[in-house]
């Protein structure tokens, strides 16, 4: 049974989250034309702000509790973009969603001058998929000195550069070695910690993520959703990233829109074993298998 976490409370935007107390619900808003779910919103002559707040919209009504906002593809073998282009799909959205609807929102982004814009323009959360670190290893110092200096939340995700394989199932990675697999990640996400508050991010402010689909192989992150519950050690609110993954998809054969059963599985697993926020694309679904979990695993 998960335990409460011993993080104290955290305000994002206007909303207080506790700890331990139910699961949050983060829905993703995909502003790329190349979305591994399909469901990117930066289609040829599509309006961008306007199918954004749609979107987000529907979220809220859901139930969602953060609105998740990327403008640059993550998905395996996805080439990077420039802060331009980035900006160019993520600020309409952005501005467009921030002027009508009061749930927090989070900015899926390591680039410093992306998280820089945002902030000003409305964002509350920095959701980094490297942990403070850039693709080549080095330390984001730009991000984590304006986030420090900011005063506002940060996700931290383990991840770890690997050549992609992308099939008729979508993108993995392979042959990705792990000394132990939770053991290297805690390891890892422990020194962005440190790093990030050695640089005056405070550790209330910290949430991490073990970023499921990110430099590990398919089998490799049933493992990781199989020993989630050792990630309690770190003592940080836990961000769980599965949803319509190329792992969901591979053992069920199903492409990522046909993945939100198998996602809705995932979610109960991670908050059996203590997540605090799931990030989803089906809304309602999760919110449901998330209300159900919580009342079998978090009921007094």
Known sequence: MAEPQSAP??????????????????????????????????????????????????AAAEGADIIDI???????????????????????????????????????????EVAAATLATGAHLINDIWGLRMPDGSWNTPLARLVAAQSVPIVLMHNRRAHATVSALGGHYRDVVYTDLLGDIIAELRESVAYAEAQGIARASILADPGIGFGKTPAQNLELVRRLSELQALQLPLLIGASRKSFIGLPLGLAPQERDEGTAAVTALAIAAGADIVRVHNVQMNVRAARITDAIFRSH
């Open 9 to 58: 409370a955290l305000t994002i935007g206007e909303k207080q989250f506790v700890w331990g107390a139910r699961t949050y619900i983060m829905a993703i808003i995909n502003v790329t034309p190349d979305s591994f779910s399909a469901d990117g919103l930066a289609q040829p002559d599509a309006d961008i702000a306007a199918d954004a707040l749609a979107q987000a919209r529907r």
């Open 70 to 112: 990327g403008g640059e593809s993550t998905r395996p073998g996805a080439e990077p973009i420039g802060t331009e282009e980035e900006l160019r799909r993520v600020l309409p959205a952005l501005q467009a969603i921030a002027s009508e609807i009061t749930l927090p929102i989070s900015i899926d982004t390591y680039h410093a």
